[in-house]
């Protein structure tokens, strides 16, 4: 089972940057692809981008084109979300998920 914990969230104002992180244990973190998704207040949890085990092959929800770049560090176990030029929608928990495991997420909040 692999375990996942998220970090990196927190309070930016609108056009501001964060970069998450997600480190993960167990497993053979360079075998599998990964994910950050995201969850608004009283809405779904919807993708936001994805990688492959390479680092390769990166693909993103349309309204994050261009603004977020998930990235990985297989010798760290460690796949990242740089969020670039934040928007007010942008506001939710991000979680991390791979191999049918999720993380506890972390908070985003993007003031106007």
């Known amino acids: 089972q692999v375990q996942l914990v998220e970090s990196g969230g927190g309070l930016v104002q609108a056009g501001g940057s964060l970069r998450l992180s997600c480190a993960a244990s167990?497993?053979?973190?360079?075998?599998?692809?990964m994910a950050w998704f995201r969850q608004a207040p009283g809405k779904a949890r919807e993708f936001v981008a994805g990688?492959?085990?390479?680092?390769?092959?990166?693909i993103y929800e349309d309204s994050v084109k261009g603004r977020f770049i998930i990235s990985r560090d297989n010798a760290k176990k460690t796949v990242y979300l740089q969020m670039n030029n934040l928007k007010p929608e942008d506001t939710a928990v991000y979680y991390c998920?791979?191999?049918?495991?999720w993380g506890r997420g972390t908070q985003v909040t993007v003031s106007s």
């Open positions: 998920y791979a191999v049918g495991s």
């Open positions: 167990g497993g053979t973190f360079s075998g599998y692809n």
């Open positions: 990688i492959n085990w390479s680092g390769g092959a990166p």
